[in-house]
T-cell receptor, first 115, second 110 residues
Framework: EAQVTQNPRYLITVTGKKLTVTCSQN?????MSWYRQDPGLGLRQIYY???????DKGDVPEGYKVSRKEKRNFPLILESPSPNQTSLYFC??????????????FGPGTRLTVL | GQNIDQPTEMTATEGAIVQINCTYQ??????LFWYQQHAGEAPTFLSY????GLEEKGRFSSFLSRSKGYSYLLLKELQMKDSASYLC???????????FGAGTRLAVHP
């Protein structure tokens, strides 16, 4: 089944304790992206990657890092989490050649709470 | 910059028709998406408009007017399962970016 997976789905942590949220897709998509979703603000892009070893900042990159060593994986790293990073995080991938729609396929989400 | 406005909440009756509007200000974009998102779940694709006009897909239709900076999503024969948030998003930045509105939370009641 074609899908985007994220782990963990839920995480409660404390300020300053480094964490990684993994994202993996099995559709051989070149493009992957991370979003955070907060009430009243909608989804905002954190980082995106056009291909292996190519990453770029989105609209809200501060406090986050990413890496893209393999096409299928795009982990999100919070080196020193803070309470304002409490949010719902979504990973997404796309292949622009699919139907020309540039539709992004979203993972199930990771709900992160930083105390 | 880009700005996208949608109503925060709407209510409608089962079996009825509802129109969710989206207005935007932007210097340019490739197309406009509508996504559906049930509470706590991932957004799922509904429609994508590139050209002006109406795109119909079953009970859902989406309209775009680039000159007016306006789009709407039309949901017909509403069902209880249509209770969800509906997200309007601009596809811009050379197809690299999706800029989302805050979403409209639709409640369908019997």
């Amino acid at each position: 089944e074609a899908q985007v997976t994220q782990n963990p789905r839920y995480l409660i942590t404390v300020t300053g304790k480094k964490l990684t949220v993994t994202c993996s897709q099995n559709m051989n998509h070149e493009y992957m992206s991370w979003y955070r979703q907060d009430p009243g603000l909608g989804l905002r892009q954190i980082y995106y990657s056009m291909n292996v070893e190519v990453t770029d900042k989105g609209d809200v990159p501060e406090g986050y890092k990413v890496s893209r060593k393999e096409k299928r994986n795009f982990p999100l790293i919070l080196e020193s989490p803070s309470p304002n990073q409490t949010s719902l995080y979504f990973c997404a991938s796309k292949d622009p050649r699919d139907r020309g729609y540039n539709e992004q396929f979203f993972g199930p989400g990771t709900r992160l709470t930083v105390l | 910059g880009q700005n996208i406005d949608q109503p925060t909440e709407m209510t409608a009756t089962e079996g009825a028709i509802v129109q969710i509007n989206c207005t935007y200000q932007t210097s340019g974009f490739n197309g406009l998406f509508w996504y559906q998102q049930h509470a706590g779940e991932a957004p799922t694709f509904l429609s994508y408009n590139v050209l002006d006009g109406l795109e119909e897909k079953g009970r859902f239709s989406s309209f775009l007017s680039r000159s007016k900076g306006y789009s709407y999503l039309l949901l017909k024969e509403l069902q209880m399962k249509d209770s969800a948030s509906y997200l309007c998003a601009l596809n811009s930045g050379g197809y690299n970016k999706l800029i989302f509105g805050a979403g409209t939370r639709l409640a369908v009641h019997p």
